[in-house]
């Protein structure tokens, strides 16, 4: 399945709310992106701060490079929701979501193109490296046998075929936390994912699932459980996970 580049258009969406300390910084790195074949979508929560001012102010730059940007402001039901709103008022064939305190590097898009181009083989989903605490992670292909136990690779900065939301449907709203784990483990064994082995994403580690990372547990196992994964190994996997975290805790208060 070899695409060209003009059967190709990538949509990046970012949700935010109050994000007035990051958003510039989010949004000029998909300006100085060196490709314009994307749109760019921006959902907000009705924010109280100056983000929908500084959302604003793009709004000339991205029209004089020729670039597509369209936003909305208005409540929403959680990051989820937010997500689903900006798929609905996408025309990509690709679809990224990019955090609104996360940034690409400079050629983040263009890479993820040529990738796209040279696809083999019907994909669902193309995950690269990201750099988090100055630590590039996720540099491995997908496998399944560690898939099934957690998320093994990087949502953030990651490309989802729009087909695959047509097939499986949208983010699951019940899940505050981990539903982009879930939306991809509901293929399970099929999933089909390709690897770019590239940086492309710098991720802040304030996001919502560092802050809570318990319910992550708590969201991941039950994710597991509920789309037939094995109960007792995904309930024991849910116990590791907890004694090792308060543990790491531990020794870092120790240690300080």
Known sequence: ????????????????????????KSIQSVLNQTTNNFEYIIVDGKSTDN??????????????????????????????????????????????????DDFYVERALTSYEKHIEGLKFETDFIHSNIKINNKICFKKEWKWKEFKRSMSIAHAGGFHSAEYFQKYGLFNVDYKIAADYELLLRAKEKLKTSHLNELTLIMSNQGVSNKRVIEVYQETTKAKINLGLNKT????????????????????????
């Not at 730059?61 to 609905?88: H, V």
């Open 1 to 24: 399945m070899v695409m060209n580049k003009e059967n190709i258009l990538i949509t990046v969406i970012t949700v935010c709310y109050n994000s007035e300390k990051t958003i510039e």
């Open 51 to 100: 983000t929908v001012k500084i959302i604003k102010s793009f709004e000339e730059k991205f029209r004089a490079k020729n670039l597509r940007y369209k936003w909305i402001s208005e409540k929403d039901t959680g990051i989820y929701n937010a997500f689903n709103k900006g798929i609905k008022l996408s025309n990509g064939s690709w679809i990224s979501f990019l955090g609104s």
């Open 233 to 256: 190994l995904s309930k024991l996997d849910f116990i590791k996970w907890v004694f090792k975290y308060k543990v790491k805790n531990i020794l870092h208060a120790v240690i300080r």
